[in-house]
């Protein structure tokens, strides 16, 4: 099954009624509906634009069935922290639990134009700008720290750093025994298992930092200056290290757009080869880990391209011990 196939079969499944959710987005937004468009796109939650009378847009999230309580509050939470700091994200008008269990965000509409959208009409010097911006903005969340790492349990307390890395490593241990669906040989497959055994550069960090961890240009907005005016989509945030959330960004971007993203957060150079492959080693948990969802949730059809990237990552640390 291809992505869109598993999204439109996922969605068709659940369903808040129209009238729940006129309600709630009146009640929270003070604003009268007038149009309401369901959009097809992730894996965590029902999501809807809604456009009211005095011309507003806002967006209700709804986790789906299944759905810890906790995570819509706890994601509210962590916009909050990143707006202390200085980072643009969207208000977050309400939180609360609309049926069955099933809890609800009703965020604003984030000023600006989607970079995704934009994108065709920039010159590469006007995206790269935009990247670097990116980066700028990027430091200002990984100043916060965090109080424990990953996210809090279902009790809400938080892990501790090295409890989180144990069941990190585990849970990724368990994914690779997926890689050869992925197209993985026997060889490859060790040598991600003694990365994962023995890197200590893993998104886990003995002193976690606010994450964003899902920083492609879709979830990026600019303002007419190329500046980042809005973050948005934190359903992946976590407490972990810059370097494994820079690593969620050099998923989307290349080469060229990453060294961008570096210059900006002065993280550290590109040209370094400790930092790349501290970069490497977080892209190879991370492509291990969408392996192994990838296989549990039935897109198959996107093993063969992720494996490709994940031997493309593995070759470079080769080619650079």
Known sequence: MDRPAFLTELHSRFAVPRA?????????????????????????????????????????????PGTPAGKPRWEAW???????????????????????????MVVSEAPGRQLAAARPSLSDADYLEVMTDLGRVLARLHSLRMPGAGVPDDDETWPDPATHRRRYLA????????????GLTRDESAQVIALLSDAPDLPVSDEPVLCHGDLGDEHVFIDSHLKVCGLIDWGMWSA????????AAAISHDDTSFAAIVAGHNAGSPTDPAFWRAIRCSLVA???ANIGWYVTSGQTAMLEPTGTTLRRVLNDIAATR
């Open 20 to 64: 729940v959710l006129v309600e709630l987005v009146e009640r929270s937004s003070a604003g009268r509906v007038v149009t309401v468009q369901r959009l097809i796109s992730g894996d965590e939650n029902e999501v809807y634009r809604v456009s009211l009378a005095d011309g507003s847009v806002v967006y209700p999230r709804i986790g789906i």
């Open 78 to 104: 962590a916009m909050d922290r990143a707006r202390i700091a200085g980072v643009p994200v969207p208000a977050v008008l309400a939180v609360e639990a609309v049926e069955n269990g099933r809890y609800a």
């Open 171 to 182: 849970n990724r241990m368990a994914d690779c025994e997926q890689l050869g669906m992925a």
């Open 240 to 247: 972990g290290s810059a370097v494994g959330d820079l690593a």
């Open 286 to 288: 991370r492509l291990v």
